[in-house]
């Protein structure tokens, strides 16, 4: 997982677009997907101090069904021809 406070020192161009549009905190984490496939979940917070270690603790729970959802999402927006559906 990888969190950072959108403070003076901006790594990536979109946490500066972020932070101009009200962000304070920016989290990203591995989104693993039912068919084996890695992807990533971000999430930004407008909340001054930013993520809480319990709203953090929460989503790392939901990791999985999120996932899952995600997976079906991508499955019924983009079909391919190897789908069992």
């Known amino acids: ?12 161009p979109i946490m500066q677009d972020l932070k101009t549009k009200g962000a304070t ?3 990203a984490m591995p ?3 039912s068919n084996g496939q890695n992807n990533i979940l971000t999430l930004t ?15 790392k729970s939901a990791q999985t069904s999120i996932g899952v959802v995600m997976s079906i ?7 391919t ?3 069992d559906w």
Not at 1 to 12: Q, S
Not at 45 to 59: I, Q, R, Y
Not at 73 to 79: D, L, S
């Open 1 to 12: 997982m990888y969190e950072t406070r959108l403070a003076p020192t901006i790594y990536f």
């Open 25 to 27: 905190d920016y989290v």
């Open 31 to 33: 989104l693993p997907f």
């Open 45 to 59: 917070s407008d909340h001054p101090k930013g993520f809480k270690t319990a709203n953090l603790t929460l989503v």
């Open 73 to 79: 999402h991508q499955r019924c927006v983009f079909p």
């Open 81 to 83: 021809a190897g789908d």
